[in-house]
């Protein structure tokens, strides 16, 4: 019995804090094909043994993960400039670090479990936005330090059983692929799955109560999450990113009149198999604005999001797949409150215009290189080939839904694991705008990169 809760101990604090055994072994040659490890039996209750080696603590551990990217791009600045063929051809290039993280966590007791995880994110200007109330309801900014700074995840868990376990917090939500695996080595490119991103939040980290646990054996295992957390703000809703803009968190206090639901349940009973299925909803976003009562002539709004997700791994080969819909009501009425209004925040026009459906499906393979040679000299090697499709203007309004939101995406490239936890990654992109075909011709030039990306991710230190 003791082993079973050493075991089910740390693996609800692999589902509480995703950086631990998915990420830390995928990369390992010969543990990719190792879905679900294995424990030793404890000789006290209160010293936990450990999943592997990357897990061995016993109180506290510190880390987190990061990325570079530089990009060498042939096309400008905006594909909506005004001219019948979307960007223009020029050439241009720039490096950023699009996120730095530092992770905890903590055991209070081995049933008390603290985690934590602070983004430093682009190095851009950070600055503060208020809504002030006794100064009629306007927005006001404040720099403040350099470095845009986030809190990603807070939360307290509390394990009860291992079908049953209660989180309270700051948290991941686990709708599509990228958002439940967004550590920059659970995808190949040197960026997070553009479909995913452009569409949803990413990462997508609100404030609210969830339960998780797992149940089943042998090929019928599953675990699955299901949380309520603060709903989508509509003031942030648009052309360009569908709903990804109204996460919530500018201000002090999030709005929680019409919460999120959101749900999620794995199939793992098949060794280096994992298939998911996750949703969202939310009653009526338009409670969740800054000033509610913009929205009184829009009625009641409700937002829907489905999602389908798979991973397979082993020795040789690992693939991704994932597909995501959403549905939103009323969405011409909220774009209609958000292209006429003006005010010293949000921007009007047409590019507020919110579509009723947005969708993305994409994949992704990789070949291990390294496998098929019996010689540990021999660098690991993951060249890969992915595709994606999205539009966040997948369908509305007919007069106002452009064209140029619709995106094939083809990206190739190589990726290079110097370490097990520390990968070096190129790749190539090519962007077909206006069609859905994966290999469509319109009248928008392509946008092609080529990028070069170095990122890690792991404990620092464990006690």
């Not at 052309?239 to 999030?254: L, M, S, Y």
Request: aromatic share 14%.
């Amino acid at each position: 019995m003791k082993s079973k809760i050493a075991l089910f101990t740390l693996g609800a604090l692999t589902a509480a804090h995703a950086m631990a055994t998915d990420v830390q072994t995928e990369v390992k040659v010969d543990s990719v094909n190792t879905q679900v490890a294995t424990t030793a039996a404890t000789k006290s209750t209160k010293k936990l043994k450990a999943v592997t080696s990357d897990e061995d603590y016993q109180k506290l551990r510190f880390g987190g993960y990061g990325e570079m990217v530089a990009n060498f791009m042939d096309y400008g600045y905006n594909r909506f400039n005004g001219t019948s063929t979307g960007n223009t051809k020029e050439h241009r290039s720039r490096i950023s670090i699009p996120r730095f993280v530092f992770a905890l966590d903590y055991k209070f007791t081995p049933k008390w479990i603290l985690g934590a995880e602070i983004e430093f994110e682009a190095g851009g200007v950070g600055f503060a936005q208020e809504l002030e109330p006794t100064e009629n309801l306007e927005y006001e900014y404040e720099v403040e330090k350099g470095g845009e700074v986030a809190l990603e995840q807070f939360h307290v868990t509390r394990l009860i059983h291992p079908a049953f376990n209660i989180r309270a917090g700051h948290m991941i939500v686990p709708v599509g692929l990228t958002n439940s695996h967004h550590e920059p080595i659970n995808f190949f490119g040197t960026s997070r799955p553009e479909g995913e991103t452009t569409i949803l939040p990413s990462t997508w980290h609100e404030t609210g109560v969830s339960i998780f646990g797992s149940f089943g054996k042998g090929y019928a295992s599953f675990d699955y999450e299901a949380m309520a957390v603060a709903g989508l703000n509509p003031d942030g809703f648009g052309r360009d990113n569908w709903v990804a803009g109204g996460k919530q968190g500018i201000f002090e206090t999030d709005n929680f009149s019409s919460p999120g639901y959101a749900a999620r349940i794995n199939y793992t009973g098949v060794p280096g198999l994992r298939v998911g299925v996750s949703g969202y909803y939310c009653h009526d976003v338009t409670k969740n604005a800054d000033k509610p009562w913009k929205y009184s002539s829009v009625g009641r709004s409700a937002l829907k999001i489905i999602s389908a997700d798979a991973q397979y791994r082993n020795r040789y080969v690992t693939a991704r797949g994932n597909f995501i819909w959403g549905d939103l009501d009323n969405a011409s009425g909220i774009s209609a409150v958000n292209s006429s209004r003006s005010t010293n925040s949000y921007p009007s026009g047409k590019f507020r215009v919110t579509a009723k459906n947005a969708l993305c499906y994409g994949a992704e393979v990789g070949i291990n290189v390294s496998a098929f040679f019996n010689n540990p000299k021999v660098p690991v090697l993951y060249p890969f080939a992915r595709y994606d499709y999205y539009n966040p203007q997948e369908k509305g309004d007919k007069d106002v839904m452009d064209k140029r939101m619709q995106v094939c995406k083809w990206t190739a490239g190589i990726n290079w694991y110097a370490l097990p936890n520390l990968v070096v990654k190129l790749d190539y992109t090519t962007r077909h705008i206006g069609t859905s075909k994966p290999f469509g011709s319109t009248q928008y030039n392509h946008e092609n990169e080529f990028s070069i990306g170095v990122a890690y991710v792991g404990w620092f230190t464990k006690r």
